[in-house]
């Protein structure tokens, strides 16, 4: 799993968001260091969508401008818990291997 959709299903777990709120969502989850632009969100919706792992939400007209949301579904929320517990083992062991190198 990419960061970006790491980062997207993260985000959709606090309730459907649309385009932009998912965006601003992603850059305070990772505290600036991911910016995601338009065609990468989009890109990564689609493909998370096509996968299963979120699916549109609902259409609401803002301002004139059609905002499609989207949300997280079950198989997302398995395949998000099995990156985190992949990604924290991996932490887990990088930093076995950093304590016995300062001790060592």
Not at 44 to 68: F, I, M, N, S, Y
Not at 75 to 92: M, S
Request: net charge neutral.
């Amino acid at each position: 799993m990419t960061e970006q959709a790491l980062l997207i299903l993260t985000a959709l777990t606090e309730g459907p968001r649309h385009g932009y709120a998912i965006v601003q969502s992603v850059d305070a989850l990772s505290e600036g260091r991911t910016r995601l632009r338009v065609g990468t969100l989009y890109g990564v919706l689609d493909r998370l969508v096509a996968e299963g792992l979120a699916e549109p939400d609902r259409d609401e007209v803002h301002q004139g401008r059609l905002r499609r949301y989207y949300r997280i579904t079950e198989p997302g929320v398995r395949a998000l818990t099995a990156e985190v517990a992949r990604l924290d083992a991996t932490v887990r062991a990088a930093s076995a291997a950093l304590r016995a190198r300062e001790t060592g």
